[in-house]
């Protein structure tokens, strides 16, 4: 397993912009992807965009497209969100997670072994 730590989340106001960052440490497999979920109180946890470490593909949920972007810098070993257009209903804890290997794209949490802390994003309304 890896050793995830996320950091960026804040308070933004709607219609701007935040970047999430995910420093990976440890051993990441070439089959292995990363993924951005999200937790809002109250709520299940939900997909946000995931990125294939080997080729840089990516996958992104219907809620984000077009306003966010999953990237990765594999020199830093870091996986970025950005957020742009951000809206109150993106407001939610913000976990970065990651899985050795499995079909794709993914489309729930299942399979991701290894989970940072979350970071917080608030978009007043």
């Known amino acids: 397993q890896v050793q995830l730590v996320e950091s960026g989340g804040g308070l933004v106001q709607a219609g701007g912009s935040l970047r999430l960052s995910c420093t990976v440490s440890?051993?990441?497999?070439?089959?292995?992807?990363m993924g951005w979920f999200r937790q809002a109180p109250g709520k299940e946890r939900e997909f946000v965009a995931a990125?294939?470490?080997?080729?840089?593909?990516?996958s992104h949920a219907d809620s984000v497209k077009g306003r966010f972007t999953i990237s990765r810098d594999n020199a830093k070993n870091t996986v970025y969100l950005q957020m742009n257009g951000l809206k109150p209903e993106d407001t939610a804890v913000y976990y970065c997670?990651?899985?050795?290997?499995?079909?794709?794209?993914?489309?729930?949490?299942?399979?991701?072994?290894?989970w940072g802390q979350g970071t917080q994003v608030t978009v007043p309304s």
């Open positions: 997670a990651a899985k050795d290997s499995g079909s794709w794209p993914p489309t729930s949490d299942r399979g991701f072994g290894s």
């Open positions: 440890g051993r990441i497999l070439s089959s292995a992807f």
């Open positions: 990125i294939l470490w080997r080729t840089g593909s990516t």
